[in-house]
């Protein structure tokens, strides 16, 4: 009897390293259906801004997924004329990346 209590709570018991995110990457028409996934182990949820500029253009994409830690913050990269800006906000509890990341 005491086995099989036991197998039951081992097998229901969620598994603690996984953690579920929102996964949202623009498509060519700029719109994006969130979907939700499974990060690989000692990843956390992320919404990331990506904004790009090029001469007089700038390019803003906005995504949601999974990150390792060192993605998360703010960065940016300059090569000649072209600039990527990057802002990232990360989280680590179960679907937590529902916010825009900050502009």
């Known amino acids: 009897m005491y086995l099989l209590a036991l197998m ?3 097998l229901l018991l969620p598994e603690a390293s996984t953690l579920t995110c929102y996964e949202c990457i623009p498509d ?3 719109t994006c259906n969130e979907t939700i996934q499974e990060c690989p182990q000692g990843q956390q949820c ?3 801004r990506l904004v790009s500029y090029e ?3 700038k390019v803003v ?10 993605d998360c913050g703010e960065y940016s990269i ?3 004329i072209s600039q990527l800006k990057v802002t ?5 509890t179960p679907l937590c990346n ?6």
Request: glycine share 14%; charged share 25%; proline share 6%.
């Open 8 to 10: 039951f709570g081992i």
């Open 98 to 103: 529902t916010q825009p990341a900050p502009g």
């Open 61 to 70: 994409e906005h995504s949601k997924g999974c990150a390792v830690a060192e």
């Open 88 to 92: 990232s906000r990360c989280c680590t």
């Open 28 to 30: 060519d028409s700029e």
């Open 78 to 80: 300059k090569y000649g």
């Open 46 to 48: 992320a919404a990331k």
């Open 55 to 57: 001469g007089d253009s």
